[in-house]
């Protein structure tokens, strides 16, 4: 909470700094207008949980529709909810109008919406877990914004977390299937392993998105410059980004240094295979051991080599976060893709660049930086965009805007082969 509301007083700082701007502060957010879709879920249609829906066309939400995925604590009263018709787990899905009514109403005792204080605390529960989805029309409206400012821009950066690689078997943080989400659930809280995204396959298994794709060939046309991940699933690297245009913030699970020269070692499997042979070595500031049980091949050396990857209580390596800090100065642009920017330093690195920066944010959940993508430039058009969904679906429109339809079909139609050489990069755990 103290985080949030430090992040709020950042962006009115933020926004009194750039007082001579416009801005819809005023707007509530997920005005954003009609629909949503995700490209499994095109042919889906969702009825809408509110069970009043006023909404024209009645409560069957079309996949294009803006809606509102959501997920509470289940509740053992069940005679005491009557406003919502709560699915199974706790999940519901509603018209973005819909969901705004009913927040409405548990802040309003004079709404018409009468609410029991059980579904009160299952509908403020499941705001923490609100996924949004943006209308099918208002995506491609941005999609060919974004398009236009990332091609147009001198310096634009890239930053990405889990939410780019749930499409490829990653677990998400928060979010209505969020790993924090159930942790928060079980009411466990310990810390041991929780900086990283629970993934639903072997590592090794995963192989880069559409969107992870569509980075590589911006950075090969030279439309992005640099990427900073939170992610550790190794697959921008994996994807053809080259070791100087990435900075790893959280680490590599297929990158492992030696504890004594810092020699680095990328693998072809996860390095997190510990060893009897070698003794572990408790970190003192996460209290994981991070050997991984081999040792550095450098003539004289023989180093123990220990796991990238950043947890929870470890320092960021001086390096990448250095690499980072030095690519976010000098952005004028930066596209942030399914990440909450909830952890530091995503929230420094994202405003870092040139002034004004254009901040363009997509994913399914909201972020402390949202108002700012919406500030008006001199030209009175938004600096930036804000878009709520699936990362892939708007990176597809955005590189049907950006590559001719034969270079966009010769491209997306490589994906085959380019299958085959991930898997010639990647080996099971040794
Ligand atoms: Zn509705
Ligand atoms: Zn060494
Ligand atoms: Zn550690």
């Given at each position: 909470m103290e985080f949030w509301q430090s992040q709020c007083k950042r962006a009115k700082f933020y926004k009194s700094v750039k007082s001579s701007w416009k801005t819809e502060?005023?707007?509530?957010?997920?005005?954003?207008a009609n629909m949503a879709t995700s490209a499994d879920q095109n042919e889906k249609e969702f009825l809408c949980?509110?069970?009043?829906?006023?909404v024209t066309g009645g409560r069957t939400l079309a996949a294009e529709d803006a809606r509102v995925d959501v997920r509470a604590?289940?509740?053992?009263?069940?005679?005491?909810?009557?406003?919502v018709d709560w699915q199974e787990g706790g999940a519901a899905t509603f018209h973005r109008a819909c969901w705004s009514e009913l927040l409405k109403a548990t802040k309003d005792s004079t709404s018409s919406i009468s609410l029991s204080d059980v579904e009160r605390s299952m509908i403020l529960d499941a705001k923490k877990t609100a996924e949004y989805h943006d209308s099918k029309s208002s995506v491609l409206h941005e999609a060919k914004r974004i398009a236009y400012i990332i091609k147009n821009s001198r310096h634009c950066i890239v930053f990405t977390g889990a939410g780019i690689s749930t499409a490829a078997g990653i677990g998400d943080?928060?979010?209505?299937?969020?790993k924090w989400t159930k942790r928060d659930k079980l009411k466990n809280?310990?810390?041991?392993?929780?900086g990283q995204a629970a993934s639903?396959?072997?590592?090794?298994?995963l192989r880069p998105t559409y969107t992870h794709e569509a980075l590589f060939k911006l950075m090969e046309m030279g439309v992005i410059k640099f990427v900073i991940s939170q992610?550790?699933?190794g697959l921008h690297r994996l994807s053809g980004i080259p070791a100087d245009q990435i900075a790893e913030l959280h680490g590599n699970s297929f990158i492992e240094k030696c504890e004594e020269c810092e020699r680095r070692y990328e693998r072809s499997?996860?390095?997190r295979k510990k060893s009897t042979a070698v003794p572990e070595k408790k970190c003192p500031?996460?209290?994981?051991?991070?050997?991984?049980g081999r040792r550095c091949s450098q003539p004289g050396c023989q180093g123990f080599l220990m796991n990238t990857i950043i947890n929870f209580g470890d320092y960021l390596e001086k390096d990448v976060i250095g690499g980072a800090q030095t690519q976010a100065t000098m952005a004028d642009c930066v596209l942030a893709?399914?990440?909450?920017?909830?952890?530091?330093p995503a929230n420094d690195l994202v405003l870092?660049?040139?002034?004004?920066i254009r901040l363009l944010i997509c994913n399914r959940q909201t972020t402390p930086y949202d108002i700012l993508c919406l500030l008006k430039g001199p030209d009175d058009q938004p600096v930036g965009s804000r878009v709520f969904g699936d990362c892939d679906i708007l990176m597809k429109q955005v590189m049907s805007e950006l590559l001719t339809p034969e270079e966009l079909q010769s491209w997306e139609g490589g994906r085959k082969d380019r299958l085959v050489e991930y898997g010639l990069k990647r080996t099971t755990v040794r």
């Open positions: 502060l005023g707007k509530e957010l997920p005005k954003l949980c509110y069970k009043d829906c006023g604590f289940e509740s053992k009263s069940k005679q005491k909810v009557k406003v943080f928060r979010g209505i299937d969020g809280y310990g810390s041991k392993g929780a639903q396959k072997p590592v090794e298994q992610n550790t699933d499997f996860p390095c500031r996460c209290r994981i051991n991070h050997r991984t893709l399914g990440s909450t920017l909830m952890v530091s870092m660049g040139q002034q004004p």
